[in-house]
């Protein structure tokens, strides 16, 4: 993964999910909704403006979980506009117009699996 702005971001993010494990039901909810959101934060709708939105609503979805099933459709419908750009990026470079490319992508689709993979185990 380059060192982009957002590859910095995901790696942060990252770290902090992993310490969202300590908690479980709608507190793992919210704390990986939080984690989420302040990588929206630090990536920053002009990069990836689609991507943003839709992780901005699985925050939105994750806050308001209150069922592991739940928590795990948000992510899902994160996941499927991550995979998206991921095809494009990897057709055209730079997709939604940002800096992000392919790795950019994959990294934010490793990130949402580790979290659905937090919320299967510990929700």
């Known amino acids: 993964m380059a060192n982009t702005g957002v590859s910095t971001a995901v790696q942060s993010a990252d770290a902090q999910l992993t310490a969202c494990g300590n908690n479980s039901g709608t507190v793992l909810y919210r704390c990986v909704a939080d984690v989420i959101s302040k990588l929206c934060y630090n990536i920053g709708s002009a990069q990836i403006p ?4 839709a992780l901005d ?3 939105s979805r994750l806050r308001r ?3 592991k099933i739940e928590a795990l459709s948000a992510l899902a419908q994160a996941r499927s506009v991550v995979a998206g750009a991921l095809r494009q990026a990897r057709s055209i470079g730079h997709p939604e117009g940002g800096s992000a490319d392919a790795a950019d992508f994959e990294a934010i689709s490793a ?6 993979q937090l919320i299967q185990s510990k929700g």
């Open 50 to 53: 689609a991507t943003v939105k």
């Open 111 to 116: 990130l949402l699996s580790h979290a659905s």
């Open 65 to 67: 979980a209150v069922s």
């Open 57 to 59: 609503s699985a925050v």
